[in-house]
């Protein structure tokens, strides 16, 4: 199975890691990342003018890429995955953005939503199977109790995104199941991190990722994973405990035995 995939401007220096593993890791179980060629930025952040389209036009082009392709669009980035996945729900309401977008783009067929956005998490849970990864798995994490970061990203809004129960999400933690390891479910896996505030309200933003760490280590994780780049940094930056932080895709690679494939 062949895939479009938008890796994003973080995947593409400071967070090779995330994009590195996911790509052994596709490899591994079967299916191919074919990156977007000439993919712009997405932005980073959902425009929330209703009358905003010039920073919806990136994510559009690789929207109407993977359709040209019949391709399913792929996603690692939270934050990417998030501002491609609301601007495709803008283009399926067909109103006057919709048309304005196409009208700018002047492309030979008007893009109207038709590509489907899956995070990487999805393909593994939906695609794949985690009953097969379990199988696929070369050296299970028996032993380690890891404790999954959504954050707001993946989940909300919860109509739109489609992702997991915005409250109760599974996914992540069916996907520790998978590897070996035990999922550690804590109070504050799905609260915001203050990514978007950690420069403006630093202290504000510390606070944020300090209840989120505490609350982890308080249940008895070891380890955290999370799939966000903005996630990542805040979270490193601001814990107070010695608490390991990896992208789930590094995880992945190491239960699979690809990890020492990633230079």
Aim: glycine content about 8%.
């Amino acid at each position: 199975m062949k895939y479009s995939y938008y890796p994003g401007c973080t995947l593409k220096n400071k967070a090779k890691a995330l994009d590195a593993f996911a790509r052994v890791s596709a490899e591994a179980l079967g299916f191919e990342l074919e990156e977007i060629e000439d993919w712009q930025c997405c932005g980073g952040v959902y425009p929330l003018g209703t009358d905003e389209i010039a920073t919806k036009l990136s994510s559009i082009r690789a929207l109407q890429d993977a359709k040209k392709k019949e391709q399913d669009l792929i996603t690692v980035c939270s934050a990417c995955h998030h501002v491609l996945k609301r601007v495709n729900d803008d283009m399926q309401q067909a109103g006057d953005n919709c048309v304005r977008a196409n009208n700018y783009l002047k492309t030979e067929e008007p893009y109207h939503g038709e590509t489907r956005v899956l995070h990487f998490l999805e393909v593994l849970r939906d695609r794949i199977g985690f009953d097969v990864l379990r199988d696929k798995v070369k050296t299970p994490l028996t032993g380690r109790r890891i404790g999954a970061y959504y954050g707001c990203l993946l989940l909300r809004p919860g109509s739109v995104m489609q992702f997991d129960d915005p409250e109760n999400p599974t996914i992540m933690e069916d996907f520790i199941r998978a590897l070996g390891a035990e999922p550690v479910i804590y109070p504050y896996r799905n609260e915001c991190c203050g990514g978007y505030i950690s420069l403006k309200e630093k202290e504000m933003a510390q606070r944020m990722c300090e209840n989120i760490t505490e609350s982890a280590t308080g249940f008895g994780a070891d380890m955290m994973i999370t799939a966000c780049p903005l996630c990542m940094y805040n979270l490193r930056r601001n814990k107070k405990q010695a608490l390991p932080i990896v992208y789930f895709t590094e995880l992945l690679a190491e239960a699979l035995g690809v990890k020492g494939e990633v230079e």
